[in-house]
């Protein structure tokens, strides 16, 4: 990059987007890289105190920021992403679909840690929307030795794409309704209408809503009836705490499915219960998800529904970030509530 003072720059090429803010309106580029300078430029570069102007003159083994950010953005974005065109030499990946953005902490990690580098992103595991932003790529200097952006390609070659998203598949879910009150009409249903309503979201079919009195037998039964017909994902709510009347933690494991967790590090949804039974994943709901408006059953169907399998050690992770704080006015998912901050 040549410094050359304004005065002398008309009839330059301007190498480098030039910035201009106005605090709490706008913020956005004055002139972009490539534009011609000329006379009429002047004072508007004096009023955002450019006394000079880079121009581009490409030396050996030198790339610019603009070149630079779209060669990171390629090698880090995966699957279901595009990319913006650079602006003040950032980039932005952009999801292509409706899907849970997926993060290679540790690789991102790595990449950030080279000299001169920046990518910002949404966390691990965040539901995402059509068009929606989900990470910005920069480097710090107008210019980068290419060697640098070689390196960076070369790691995701070996590691894969640090992004992607992955999109919601159409699970047929069955739901099992426990609890004499209910089964008896003694009190209306409410969380049919609610996991509905949350399975919707992501494009889900409820085939079949079974409710059952407090009987074990007879949850093993709805249990056993759903898997039979392929059902892929079995809630069961109700029924879900330490109460010796509460069954329904005992009918999972009488189903013949293999347990995965039972409790955790999660307020609201303590007494969350996952398991496995053939292709059916069983969920046990507890009556917390009836109360508060997001619990543990927000942070793990994006992750069931984008087709993830889950271990012991996935809920252990989640007690960083499990505390939701109950704020009068409920921002989720854009706040801390189960994104995790460790690797």
């Keep these: 990059m040549k410094k050359v003072p304004i005065e002398k720059a008309v009839g330059m090429k301007l190498g480098y987007d030039i910035t201009r803010i106005i605090p709490g309106k706008f913020k ?13 430029d002047m004072d508007e570069l004096r009023k ?22 779209l060669r990171i953005s390629k090698a880090v974005a995966g699957n279901n992403i ?5 602006v003040e030499g950032k980039i932005t990946l952009e999801s292509s ?21 920046t990518i910002a992103s949404l966390p691990d595991n965040f539901g995402v929307e059509t068009d929606q932003g ?15 952006i070689e390196r960076i390609e070369q790691l995701c070659l070996r590691e894969g794409t640090v992004f992607s998203v992955h999109k ?3 699970l047929r879910v069955g739901i099992v309704t426990t609890g004499n009150e209910v089964y008896k009409g003694l009190v209306e249903d409410k969380f049919g209408p609610l996991l509905r309503k949350k399975f919707s979201y992501f494009g889900a ?22 898997s039979e017909q392929s059902i892929e994902l079995i809630a069961l709510s109700g029924g879900m705490s330490v109460d010796p009347d509460d069954l329904t933690p005992g009918a999972i494991k009488e189903s013949g499915a293999k347990i995965i967790t039972y409790g955790v590090p999660v307020q609201p949804g303590n007494m969350f219960m996952l398991a496995n039974l053939g292709k059916s994943v069983l969920i046990g709901i507890p009556g917390a998800s009836l109360f508060y408006k997001n619990t543990i059953l927000d942070i793990v169907l994006p992750r069931i529904f984008a087709g993830e399998t889950f271990k012991k050690q996935d809920f252990i992770k989640m007690g960083e970030g499990g505390f939701c704080s109950n704020c009068s006015v409920c921002h989720y998912p854009h706040c801390y509530f189960g994104k995790r901050l460790l690797f």
């Design 134 to 148: 989900i990470a910005g790529v920069r480097i710090v200097p107008l210019t980068i030795r290419e060697k640098s």
């Design 168 to 170: 919601y598949q159409n």
């Design 97 to 117: 679909i409706r899907g849970l953005f997926k993060v290679k902490s540790r690789l991102l990690y790595k990449i950030n840690s080279m000299k001169n580098i």
């Design 28 to 40: 956005g580029p004055l002139f972009r890289k490539g534009h011609i300078i000329r006379v009429d």
């Design 205 to 226: 079919k409820v085939e079949e809503q079974i409710f059952c009195p407090d009987e074990k037998q007879k949850i093993v039964e709805a249990i056993k009836y759903f």
């Design 48 to 69: 955002i105190g450019k006394e000079h102007i880079y121009v581009w003159e490409p030396s050996s083994g030198e790339i610019h920021e603009n070149e630079a950010s």
């Design 82 to 86: 595009e990319l913006s065109e650079p």
